[in-house]
């Protein structure tokens, strides 16, 4: 993300999170700040300029993705689900506090991002409000993020692993239904279709799940910041597995050229947008 | 709840949670349905029955509410939290499945409430959604419920137990909160002044507090479906302790007096809702 976005999006989230408290109120803030990439950010915030949204309503969508991706990574990290001590190079929150911590620090960002949203600051048509809300519930609940989440602990104890078809549908919804929220906000926010958002996103989703998967087995845990190799461990189908390498990288080549086709409409305005989609074949972490 | 009330509470939800599918699915279904009291549901129908809310539109409300009273149900069962076995006589989600399943289930629970809320089901004006999402957001977030527990937790290691002041405002959060919000949401939805009845709401659920500490000390965990003297045990402060039996008898009875006094502009209308009050001082269970 440029850098001024990336300071707007931090000084948002900032904003909207509690003060420092009690151990709450610092395990939300510490989940959030600082993390990660902000891809799903970015994509709002890309999505919404495409239509002049105006930049307050933007950092409102990008803010609210943003929370909803922080709890899922606090609760997917507690020792019940993926058991990790590391998240981004630093102890993850049930480590850093407690897990009793973690699991309110988790249920409290979920609801802030859908106070976020209805909240009339920024001037957001109701109308608008309602639709943003429902697809991010969509987009999370249990026929969307939550719902992958599920197949993929159950997945853990099949008796052997998932198939591609499988994996590809499983991975649309823990990390794609997100995602693709993300970029079709900018457009909902925009009263515009957002059907080309909608597919690009489902692309480049995609593509950065198998450069997860790339780097999982490539990659260097001191630069990742988290623990490598935990699906090969566990016997989980990952697209390396099922592709391998050569053909997990060609895979995510096509999606990334795909996703690119799906913005010809934006002409150069989309031009971040591209970069984006490059930067999800590249990446080092 | 008049029996009639409670079928279709039972019904609406049964159609808003997932259909059975796998443990995601029936975990859901299973902390929410055949549930408890449903005291927050007795009170958005009743408060909406007293500006003549289509009942429909009620019935989303109470259907939230639910869902997010279930979500925290389930999280405070976990072993992280208060790591009960039994809920209204049956195992807990993390006992009937697993630790992974009922946080799952928790997160996903409180999404649908959002999703019931944001939804154009019942013909809610957008503007009347918006403005239940955010006092339900608020109700249920770090400064509502999830705040009150977090309170509630770090009273656990406190030096002392809390005082009067301090259990009354905990409580407030913890249970109060979702309580009032359940109250008012008719009288958002009939566009009216929702005061009396966050006043009404705020004095019952603290009178409902008095009795759970009251049974928790006097109660048979056969009747009550669950253990008891937990409290006690993990030398927390009640209103028992406080204010030993007989006071906090008298406190419960005061509450319920001033909690149908702020009923009185509604008249008979409000018979239920008074029956209600009574009932927090005399139920068993």
């Given at each position: ?13 900032s ?87 973690a ?80 970029a ?23 593509a ?51 996703a ?26």
């Amino acid at each position: 993300m440029l850098s001024e976005s990336a300071a707007a999006v931090e000084a948002t989230l900032s904003d909207l999170l509690p003060p420092e408290g009690g151990a709450l109120e610092a395990a939300m803030r510490y989940g959030v700040l600082q993390g990660g990439k902000r891809l799903r950010a970015f994509l709002a915030l890309e999505s919404a300029a495409l239509f002049r949204v105006p930049r307050i309503q933007a950092l409102r969508a990008a803010a609210a993705v943003e929370c909803v991706h922080g709890y899922s990574l606090i609760h997917d990290d507690l020792p019940a689900m993926d058991d990790d001590d590391l998240r981004r190079g630093k102890p993850t929150v049930h480590r850093a506090w407690d897990e009793a911590t973690a699991i309110l620090a988790g249920d409290a960002l979920q609801t802030l991002a859908f106070e976020i949203l209805a909240s009339d600051h920024g001037g957001i048509d109701p109308r608008i409000r309602v639709r943003l809300i429902q697809g991010l519930a969509q987009a999370a609940g249990w026929h969307g993020m939550v719902g992958g989440q599920a197949l993929d602990i159950a997945a853990e104890t099949a008796a052997r692993p998932l198939d591609l078809e499988a994996t590809t549908a499983l991975q649309a919804l823990k990390t794609g239904a997100l995602i693709i929220w993300a970029a079709e906000s900018g457009a909902i926010l925009g009263r515009s279709d957002p059907g080309p958002l909608r597919a690009y996103a489902a692309d480049l989703g995609l593509a950065f799940q198998i450069r997860d998967d790339i780097l999982d087995v490539e990659g260097d845990p001191e630069t990742a910041g988290k623990r490598l190799r935990k699906d090969e461990a566990a016997g989980k189908a990952t697209f390396v597995s099922l592709l391998g390498l050569d053909g997990a990288r060609a895979r995510a080549r096509a999606l990334v050229a795909s996703a690119g086709a799906h913005l010809a409409a934006y002409g150069s305005a989309a031009g971040n947008l591209r970069l984006a989609a490059g930067f999800a074949l590249d990446r080092a972490a």
